[in-house]
C-alpha cells in the first residue's frame, strides 16, 4: 500500500517536462560571458528523474494516502474543517487572477484591489471592527501582527512598562507564543469551575504592567465567555486592550461581533471560519482587524478608494510596516470573499446557527456514554474526557482516535485543551449532515463498547491504513528528514 | 434560503433540537446577553447563487488587466508544467488539513518529505522544514534564531542590498523587542564586506544577507563565514531558489541558514500569494529550526512511514517558551514545489536558470546601447538587472508607451523603497519562459521611445 | 514508587541536589523522569552564565512534552554532562547518576532550604 520515494524511481536521461529551445540570434550565447568561476555552483543536486507519468501516478497515490473533508467527515476541534466550496475553486484558477504581478502598475490591478478592498470592508462588518490588513498568511501570523501593534501602541503613548500578556490557561498555543516573539511576557489566568475565565484570578491580575488580555470567545472548551462584557470594562479600566483569536469565530459570525464584546484587534482564520482549503496546513490567511484605537498601527500599504480607483497608502508615520513578502495571500482572500458573496448575511449567520446546532446534537449523543467535564449547552464545539476510560480500562483519548480512524472518519483534537485530562475535542461544523452524525456518533459509541471488552483491539489500531502507530521515540533519536 | 453548504432540512432540525432538548437555535445561544445578541443582519450584502457570484468576479476580473511581464522583485513568471496545477488540485491534498494523524496522512508527509529533500539537495545544507509563510519571513524567522543562539546578543546584521520589502519586515520584527536590525551599507550594487569585521560587535548575533540581491546582481561572499563563526555569529543567504541551480550554494558559501522564496518553482504570480518560503539549516541548528518537520521512522511491524516530528520545538508544546509561534505554513504551495522540481528534475532546473541568464542578458546587452539608459553597475547578474535612465520624464514615458503595448516592462525601484535616490532606477527580470518574439517587441518598443 | 536518596537534597519542581566540595550537582529526580517518560532531548545552559533560585535554566524533551528545569539554587553554571547531549535517555536509565549541570558559587541559604529525603518523600504522597 505504500509508495516509494521518487527519487528511488529515477533513471538517468528520463523526463517530465521539456524546455523550448533557446532561439537567440546564433552566437550570442557562446559570445556571452561566463559567470566568474568563484560564484559558480559546485555539485549538482539530486532530483528525480523520471517521465510525466511517474509523476503523475507518485502524486496521485500520494493523495489516495492523505485525507480531506471531501473524503470524509473531520470533526478536528477548533480547525473549522467545514466544506471548501468548488465555486472558490474554480475562481482561484482564473488567468485574470494567477498571472497579476505584485508589482505591476496598480492602474492594472484595480481588480484585485477592489476585491481586497470589499473583503476589508465585509469583514470589518462581520467583526464590527472599523478596518483591517489581509497581509498575515495564517492566524498565529495574525496574532503576531496584533500584538505588534499593541506593543506599538504603547510604545507611542510612553507606556513602557506595559509588558505583561494576559493568556487563559485554555487558550491555544499560539497565543503566548506570539506574546513572547513581540518581548512581552505571559501571565496565565486560571479558569473556573464551569471552564470560563476566573473573573477574580483576572482582576487580581490586573495593573499597570498589563497591555493585553488575549482571549477565544466561545473558548476551546466550545463555552462563550458570558461575562465578556465585564471582563472587557475591567481590562480598558486598567488601561489595557483585548485581543480576540478568532479561531472559534465560526459559532458566533452574524450573530455578535467581537467589537460589540469590547475587543481592539483581533485576528481571522479565513482557512477556517470562511471556508477556504486548509491545503494539509496552509497556505491559510489570518486578516488582522482593529477598532479606531489600534488602526494607525496598522500594517502598510494601506488601500483606499479615491476618486482616481483604488491606491496603496504608504504614508502611515505610526505604522508597524509590512508584516509579509507583498499583499498577502491573495488566492486564499479571493476564496474567502467568494465564501461571503455567496452565502451573504443571513448565509453567514445560518452557517453559525447550524454549526451550534450540530456541536449540541453530537454532544446530546456523546453524553450518553462518555464524561463531558464543562457540560451545558455548548457553542460550536466541545470536549470529551477518556480520563476514567482510561482508568478502568487502559484506554487513552489517543486510542479511541485511532480507532475511529478505521471506521473511516478524521478523529477529534486531540489532548487539547490540556485543562481536560485525556481530552477529546469535537468540531462537526454545519456542513455534515444529521444522518453523517448519527452514523458517527454510532461508530465512537461501538468502538467504546468494543474497547471495553477488548482493550487490546484499540491499542493496535488502526488496522486499515498502510502503517499503523508509528516510532516517534525513534523518529526524533534517529532524525531521518531528508533522503 | 437554501444553502447548498448547509445540509439540514426543518425536519431535520425539529428533530435535533428535540434530541438536545431545547425548543430552537435560539436557546442555544442563550449565553450571549441580549446587549450583545444583533438585532439585525450584519451589514453585507445578500447571499447570491453560484451563477451571480460568477458573474460578478468575471466582471472584477475585467478590471485586471495583463501584459507579458518583465517584473521580479521576488515574484516571477517561469514556466511550469501541467502536472503541478492538475496534481495539487487534487482534493485529498486541498482539503487536508495539518497531518496530526500520521497513519492517515502518509501521503502529505511523504510528499513534505519529499519537498525538504528537495531544498536540502538544492540548497546543500542538512535540515530543511516543511515551508513557512514567504522568504520576507523566513528572514525574520532567521533572525530569531540568531538572537537566540548568541549569548546576550540583540543585534542582527542585515545588507542593505536586501529586498526592500524584506528589509521592512525586519525592521517590524525588531519593533518593539529590544532588538535591533544594523544595516551593512552597500556599495556599487552590492554589499559593502569591507565594514563587515568592524559591525562584528559582542551583541551581534548573525548576518542575513541576499543574492541575487534587491537588484539582481550577485554577490560574492568569499571570507564572510569564516569571519563570522569566528565571532560566535551565524551567516544567513537568502536566495531565490532557482538562482541556486547556478550560483553557489548557501552550503558552499559556509551558510548556516538557508532561507528565500520557492515561488519560482511551480507557482504561480497570483499578485504575490501564496507564494511559499523556505529555511534549511545546518545540523547543528536542528532544534532551532521553526515550523513543521516531517521525519520517517517505522511502525510496530517495522514498515517505514512519515510523521511530524521534533514537535517539542513548536508552539502547541512549548507554549510561551517556543521561540517562533508558526502553526500553519504553506503546505500545498510547497506540493506545488515539490511536483515542479519532480517533473524539471535536476537538468530541467539548470534550463530555466541557464536560459533565464541568456534571454536576461541579451536584453540586457541591447538596452544598454541605447541612450538615455545604462546599466547602474558591472557587477554579475542573473535574470534581472537595473538599469537607470537620465531623466524620469522620459522613464515614465518608457513604462507607459510599453504598457501601451502589453508589456510591463520593469518595476520601478522607488515603488519598494520610496526613496528618491532610487527613482530613475528600473528592474528588469528575464525569464526563460519570454520568447524572442516577446524580448524583440521589448525592445523595438525601446528603441522607439528612446531614440 | 519513586526511589528518593537518602543522601540528596530536593526541590518542589522535582529536582534533586548533591554537594560535593564547592560544587552543586542538579539532576532531576525519579519521579519526574517518569512523568516525562522517554526523554529524547536535553538544552543545557551555556557554562558561564549565572542564574537565579525558580529561573528556567534547561528543558527537557520527550515525544510530545517539553518541560522546563526550575533551577533550585542559585548558582553560576561551572559544567554541564555532556554525555547527555548525544545520549539523554540516560537520565531515564538512572536520574541520580546522570546529573544535568554542576553550580558554583551558589547560595549556601538557597540549599538550606531544600527539603531532604524524608520531606520530600512526604511531599510526593501529598501530591
Known amino acids: 500500500m505504500s509508495e516509494p520515494l521518487l527519487i528511488d524511481k529515477s533513471k538517468k536521461g528520463r523526463k517530465a517536462y521539456c524546455f523550448p529551445a533557446l532561439d537567440l540570434p546564433r552566437g550570442f550565447e557562446q559570445a556571452l560571458p561566463e559567470l566568474p568561476s568563484h560564484l559558480l555552483r559546485i555539485k549538482p543536486a539530486r532530483l528525480p528523474e523520471v517521465a510525466e507519468l511517474d509523476v503523475v501516478r507518485h502524486f496521485t497515490k500520494l493523495s489516495t494516502l492523505s485525507f480531506g473533508v471531501d473524503n470524509g467527515p473531520y470533526p478536528l476541534g477548533s480547525c473549522t474543517m467545514k466544506y471548501n466550496p468548488k465555486l472558490g475553486e474554480q475562481i482561484a484558477q482564473f488567468p485574470a487572477f494567477t498571472t497579476m504581478h505584485p508589482l505591476q502598475d496598480i492602474s492594472t490591478s484595480q481588480g484585485c484591489l477592489s476585491i481586497m478592498y470589499n473583503l476589508l470592508e465585509d469583514l470589518s462588518s462581520i467583526t464590527g471592527m472599523s478596518w483591517g490588513s489581509l497581509q498575515p498568511c495564517a492566524g ?32 491555544h498555543g499560539t497565543n503566548p507564543a506570539s506574546a513572547v516573539m ?36 466561545p473558548n476551546t472548551l466550545g463555552l462563550f465567555e458570558k461575562d465578556i462584557l465585564e471582563i472587557s470594562a475591567s481590562v480598558h479600566e486598567c488601561g489595557g486592550l483585548l485581543y480576540y483569536d478568532g479561531a472559534n469565530l465560526n459559532a458566533i459570525m452574524g450573530m455578535a461581533t467581537p467589537g460589540d464584546m469590547g475587543f481592539d484587534v483581533l485576528h481571522l482564520n479565513l482557512h477556517k471560519t470562511f471556508s477556504t482549503p486548509h491545503g494539509g496546513g496552509g497556505p491559510g490567511s489570518g486578516p488582522v482587524m482593529v477598532n479606531d484605537t489600534l488602526r494607525p498601527f496598522l500594517p502598510k500599504p494601506d488601500i483606499e478608494l479615491t476618486d482616481g480607483g483604488y491606491v496603496y497608502t504608504w504614508d502611515r508615520p505610526l505604522s508597524i510596516g509590512k508584516v509579509s513578502m507583498f499583499w498577502g495571500n491573495f488566492l486564499v482572500l479571493l476564496r474567502a470573499y467568494v465564501y461571503i458573496l455567496r452565502m451573504g448575511s443571513e448565509g453567514i449567520k445560518a452557517a453559525a446557527a447550524h454549526a451550534v446546532l450540530n456541536a449540541n446534537y453530537l454532544k446530546s449523543k456523546l453524553e450518553k456514554h462518555f464524561d463531558v467535564p464543562y457540560g451545558g449547552v455548548c457553542m460550536h464545539e466541545f470536549v470529551i474526557s477518556c480520563e ?86 525513534r523518529a526524533i533519536k534517529e532524525p531521518d528528514l531528508h533522503y | 434560503m437554501v444553502y447548498p453548504y448547509i445540509p439540514h432540512t426543518d425536519e431535520d432540525r425539529k428533530r435535533m433540537l428535540e434530541a438536545i432538548g431545547v425548543g430552537s437555535i435560539e436557546e442555544l445561544y442563550a449565553s450571549l446577553t441580549e446587549d450583545l445578541l444583533l438585532s439585525d443582519s450584519v451589514p453585507i450584502s445578500h447571499g447570491r447563487t453560484e451563477d451571480e457570484v460568477l458573474r460578478m468576479i468575471t466582471a472584477i476580473a475585467q478590471r485586471n488587466s495583463t501584459g507579458i511581464p518583465f517584473l521580479g522583485c521576488g515574484c516571477y513568471d517561469h514556466l511550469v508544467p501541467s502536472t503541478v496545477q492538475t ?53 525574520a524567522e532567521a533572525a530569531t534564531i540568531m538572537i537566540g543562539s548568541k549569548r546576550k546578543s540583540k543585534a542582527v546584521l542585515v545588507s542593505g542590498t536586501l529586498h526592500p520589502f524584506t528589509l521592512q519586515v525586519l525592521h517590524t520584527w525588531a519593533l518593539g523587542t529590544g532588538n535591533e536590525i544594523r544595516v551593512l551599507e552597500e556599495k556599487n550594487g552590492v554589499t559593502d564586506l569591507k565594514s563587515l569585521h568592524s559591525a562584528l560587535t559582542d551583541e551581534v548575533a548573525g548576518l542575513i544577507v541576499q543574492t541575487p540581491n534587491r537588484y539582481g546582481l550577485l554577490e560574492d561572499f568569499s571570507t564572510v563565514a569564516e569571519q563570522l563563526h569566528e565571532k560566535g555569529c551565524l551567516f544567513a543567504i537568502s536566495s531565490d531558489i532557482l538562482s541556486l541551480a547556478i550560483q553557489k550554494s548557501p552550503a558552499e558559501w559556509g551558510a548556516d541558514i538557508a532561507i528565500g522564496d520557492t515561488q519560482a518553482l511551480g507557482l504561480p504570480l497570483a499578485f504575490g500569494g501564496p507564494s511559499c518560503g523556505y529555511m534549511a539549516v545546518t545540523k547543528a541548528l536542528m ?65 530555466a536558470a541557464q536560459q533565464s541568464y541568456v534571454k536576461a542578458h541579451y536584453l540586457a546587452y541591447h538596452l544598454a546601447q541605447l541612450p538615455g539608459m545604462t546599466l547602474v553597475w558591472d557587477v554579475p547578474f542573473w535574470c534581472e538587472f537595473p538599469l537607470r535612465f537620465s531623466d524620469s520624464k522620459k522613464m515614465r514615458k518608457f513604462l507607459q508607451e510599453l504598457r501601451n503595448e502589453g508589456i510591463f516592462a520593469g518595476v520601478r525601484l522607488s515603488s519598494l523603497t520610496r526613496e528618491t535616490k532610487d527613482e530613475l532606477v528600473l528592474l528588469v527580470a528575464v525569464t526563460e519562459k519570454r520568447s524572442r518574439e516577446e524580448l524583440e517587441l521589448y525592445l523595438a518598443a525601446a528603441r522607439r521611445v528612446m531614440k | 514508587m519513586s526511589s528518593v536518596p537518602e543522601v540528596l537534597k530536593y526541590s518542589k519542581d522535582h529536582e534533586w541536589v ?110
Open chain 1, 140 to 171: 498565529a501570523h495574525g496574532e503576531y501582527v496584533g500584538l505588534k501593534m499593541i506593543r506599538a501602541y504603547f510604545l507611542e503613548r510612553g507606556e513602557v512598562a506595559r509588558n505583561k500578556v494576559l493568556v487563559p490557561i485554555s487558550a
Open chain 1, 182 to 217: 513581540n518581548g512581552f511576557d505571559v501571565v496565565t489566568v486560571a479558569s473556573n469551575k464551569e471552564g470560563l475565565v476566573d473573573i477574580e484570578d483576572l482582576k487580581s491580575k490586573l495593573d499597570g504592567s498589563v497591555a493585553a488580555l488575549m482571549l477565544t470567545n
Open chain 1, 388 to 473: 476514567n476510560l482510561k482508568k478502568e480500562y487502559g484506554i487513552t483519548a489517543q486510542d479511541m482516535a485511532k480507532g475511529l480512524i478505521d471506521e473511516g472518519y478524521h478523529p477529534p483534537t486531540m489532548y487539547f485543551p490540556t485543562l481536560v485530562s485525556e481530552a477529546l475535542m469535537f468540531e462537526p461544523t454545519e456542513s455534515e449532515s444529521i444522518e453523517t452524525l448519527d452514523a458517527f456518533a454510532d461508530s465512537l459509541i461501538s468502538l467504546l463498547e468494543r474497547a471495553k471488552k477488548d482493550p487490546a483491539y484499540l491499542k493496535g489500531a488502526p488496522y486499515s491504513t498502510p502503517v499503523g502507530r508509528l516510532d516517534e521515540v
Open chain 2, 87 to 139: 496534481l495539487a488540485s487534487l482534493p485529498s491534498f486541498v482539503t487536508a488539513y495539518t497531518p496530526y494523524q500520521a497513519e492517515m496522512s502518509q501521503g502529505l508527509l511523504q510528499a513534505s518529505y519529499e519537498f525538504q529533500s528537495m531544498i536540502c539537495e538544492i540548497t546543500g545544507m542538512d535540515v530543511s522544514n516543511a515551508s513557512l509563510y514567504d522568504g520576507a519571513n523566513s528572514a
Open chain 2, 287 to 351: 532544534r532551532k529550526i521553526p515550523g513543521r518537520i516531517v521525519g520517517a521512522t517505522v511502525d510496530g511491524q517495522g514498515r517505514r512511514g512519515y510523521t511530524l516530528t521534533l514537535q517539542a520545538r513548536e508552539q502547541h508544546i512549548k507554549r510561551e517558551k517556543a521561540s517562533s509561534n508558526v502553526c500553519s505554513n504553506q503546505a500545498l504551495a510547497a506540493l506545488m514545489t515539490t511536483i515542479h522540481l519532480s517533473s524539471l528534475g535536476w537538468s530541467g532546473m539548470v534550463e
Open chain 3, 18 to 127: 548533591r554537594l560535593d566540595g564547592d560544587k552543586a550537582y542538579v539532576g532531576i529526580t525519579d519521579h519526574a523522569q517518569k512523568e516525562l517518560g522517554e526523554i529524547v532531548f536535553i538544552e543545557l545552559p551555556f557554562v558561564g552564565d549565572t542564574f537565579n533560585k525558580d529561573e528556567d535554566i534547561a528543558t527537557v524533551e520527550s515525544v510530545k512534552a517539553a518541560s522546563a528545569i526550575i533551577n533550585p539554587l542559585s548558582g553560576e553554571v561551572m559544567a554541564v554532562n555532556e554525555d547527555l547531549d548525544d545520549s539523554p535517555e540516560l537520565v531515564n536509565t538512572d536520574c541520580y547518576k546522570h546529573y544535568l549541570y554542576v553550580l558554583g558559587n551558589f547560595s549556601k541559604s538557597d540549599y538550606d532550604s531544600l527539603m531532604d529525603a524524608s520531606a520530600y518523600t512526604e511531599y510526593l504522597e501529598s501530591l
